[in-house]
């Protein structure tokens, strides 16, 4: 069974800095994308930023220059630096993974989520 565990969430003042991780683990046979998603109350889930496999990403153009999402493959596991937060990243963040794992093939697997929490 694959599981996505994320960690590093927090609550952080307002111009600071966060580290996400999100590790896969169980039967996997590869990876495709990995990427990060928030959702705040009351509002949609939407995309952070996401890697693929070749290290091409892609961001949300209200995280352009502060987020910068990485990945080790051999570790299967995807990172999510944060600087200059800002209150309104506040939110549930989630990571997601499109893996093939064995026995069921290729499928969308998502973390439980993590908080972060921007305020003074």
């Known amino acids: 069974q694959v599981q996505l565990v994320e960690s590093g969430g927090g609550l952080v003042q307002p111009g600071g800095s966060l580290r996400l991780s999100c590790a896969a683990s169980?039967?996997?046979?590869?990876?495709?994308?990995m990427g990060w998603y928030r959702q705040a109350p009351g509002k949609q889930r939407e995309l952070v930023a996401a890697?693929?496999?070749?290290?091409?990403?892609n961001y949300a153009d209200s995280v352009k220059g502060r987020f910068t999402i990485s990945r080790d493959n051999a570790k299967n596991t995807v990172y999510l630096q944060m600087n200059s937060l800002k209150p309104e990243d506040t939110a549930v963040y989630y990571c997601?993974?499109?893996?093939?794992?064995?026995?069921?093939?290729?499928?969308?697997?998502w973390g439980q989520g993590t908080q972060v929490t921007v305020s003074s």
């Open positions: 997601n993974a499109d893996l093939i794992s064995v026995g069921v093939g290729l499928y969308d697997y």
């Open positions: 169980g039967s996997i046979f590869s990876i495709y994308a």
């Open positions: 890697i693929t496999s070749g290290g091409s990403t």
